[in-house]
């Protein structure tokens, strides 16, 4: 997937703060919007280590997700639709 970043303003309050979007080009061609997030702590400041740790947290979700999928797909004997499944690459 190709994308460019650019920035929308966002009206939370009369700072001006900025979301990042991505603007990208999915596997069917389309065009879509991505926002960048940084994961921090509860008081907002960056921890690479607890960053790494909530990221390793959502990896182990989407295990037991897709085994859930896979569960499914022997019960109906059938593939779930593509945009059902997740994939590395988030799409």
């Given at each position: 997937?190709?994308a460019?970043?650019?920035y ?8 001006g ?20 997030v940084t ?7 960056f ?5 790494l740790e ?13 085994a ?11 593939p779930?639709p ?5 994939n590395?690459?988030?799409?």
């Amino acid at each position: 997937m190709s994308a460019t970043d650019s920035y929308v303003q966002v009206a939370a309050d009369a700072t001006g703060k900025k979301v990042r979007n991505f603007q990208a080009t999915d596997h069917a061609g389309n065009t879509v919007q991505q926002q960048a997030v940084t994961l921090t702590r509860w008081d907002g400041t960056f921890d690479e280590q607890y960053a790494l740790e909530l990221m390793a947290a959502m990896r182990a979700m989407l295990g037991q997700l897709d085994a859930i999928r896979r569960g499914l797909e022997l019960l109906t004997r059938e593939p779930l639709p593509a945009d059902l499944v997740y994939n590395e690459e988030g799409v």
